[in-house]
């Protein structure tokens, strides 16, 4: 799933949704006074966002225990991450920053995510089978990283991930 999320991402750049990986988050008012509020794109991506006191792969948010693939993006925002502030930036691999940037993506696209999810895996991957994206929450759903498909599909999307890498477009 987060390749996949990264894969879009590029996609979304290359489609003029967004500037660059140099790009923040600073205009999306989700992030307003959070750690991430200021991050750039790379950051994010190398896992290099200085979360490391707020959220782990293994233990979830710190500071509740509560783990990032159960409830939406707002909830956190609102609680385990209104205030915080980035610490020294140092490899911290997990999923929350990927729903992040999955959830940046989708504010980004608006309107158009559905078709850039349509173009990327159908029109480009040539997907054969509905590509699924799990959600969280009902009210504002939350879309996670998390991405199920058949397992003919996966082996389409990876062959396009590295074609896509070895021609460096």
């Not at 996949?4 to 590029?10: C, D, E, I, R």
Request: glycine share 6%; hydrophobic share 35%.
């Amino acid at each position: 799933g987060k390749s996949f999320v990264s894969y879009l991402l590029g996609h979304a750049i290359c489609e003029g949704y967004i500037t660059s990986v140099d790009e923040t988050l600073a205009g999306w008012p989700l992030m307003s006074d959070t750690l991430y509020q200021n991050q750039s794109l790379i950051n994010l991506l190398n896992m290099r966002a200085g979360d490391h006191h707020v959220v782990t792969e293994a233990k979830g948010f710190v500071s509740s225990g509560r783990w990032f693939n159960s409830f939406a993006l707002s909830d956190f925002a609102k609680n385990e991450l209104l205030g915080t502030k980035p610490k020294t930036a140092k490899y911290n691999y997990n999923g929350f920053v990927t729903n992040v940037l999955m959830n940046y993506v989708h504010f980004k696209t608006g309107e158009n995510w559905q078709p850039l999810l349509n173009r990327v895996f159908k029109d480009r991957v040539k997907i054969e089978r509905r590509l699924v994206f799990q959600e969280a929450g009902s009210h504002e759903p939350t879309k996670w990283y998390s991405a199920y498909a058949s397992r003919y599909d996966y082996l389409r999307i990876a062959r396009a991930i590295m074609e896509d890498w070895q021609s460096d477009n």
